[in-house]
Nanobody, 125 residues
Framework: QLTLVESGGGLVQPGGSLRLSCAAS????????VAWFRQAPGQEREAVSC????????MYLDSVKGRFTVSRDNAKNMVYLQMNSLQPEDTAVYYC??????????????????WGRGTQVTVSL
């Protein structure tokens, strides 16, 4: 199990950009798949993006394709989510999560054991 800490959230106007960071501490980070989830008030937690351990596969929620980009730097134990063209419906608490060998079930939050505490993203005028 890893310790994960998100940062980079904040208040932005529609059309703006943010880059979220997820800093990991623990053993064998480079073997973990890492996913970004978000949860808005009254909504279920949904998978936004996922990147596998060696960065050769990425997945995205349909509504963020072309706007969000996930990346990682295993040497720094960091994962990033670059969010461009943000819209009000992107407003949520964003979490990073990590797990070994979960690529095929990345959309299911119950499969992840390592979680950050979240960072708030608010998109509003």
């Amino acid at each position: 199990q890893l310790t994960l800490v998100e940062s980079g959230g904040g208040l932005v106007q529609p059309g703006g950009s943010l880059r979220l960071s997820c800093a990991a501490s623990g053993v064998n980070f480079h073997y973990h798949d890492v996913a970004w989830f978000r949860q808005a008030p009254g909504q279920e937690r949904e998978a936004v993006s996922c990147i596998n351990s060696n960065s050769d596969e990425t997945m995205y929620l349909d509504s963020v394709k072309g706007r969000f980009t996930v990346s990682r730097d295993n040497a720094k134990n960091m994962v990033y989510l670059q969010m461009n063209s943000l819209q009000p419906e992107d407003t949520a608490v964003y979490y990073c999560a990590a797990e070994l060998s979960l690529w095929s079930q990345w959309r299911d939050p119950s499969m992840f054991r390592s979680w950050g505490r979240g960072t708030q993203v608010t998109v509003s005028l």
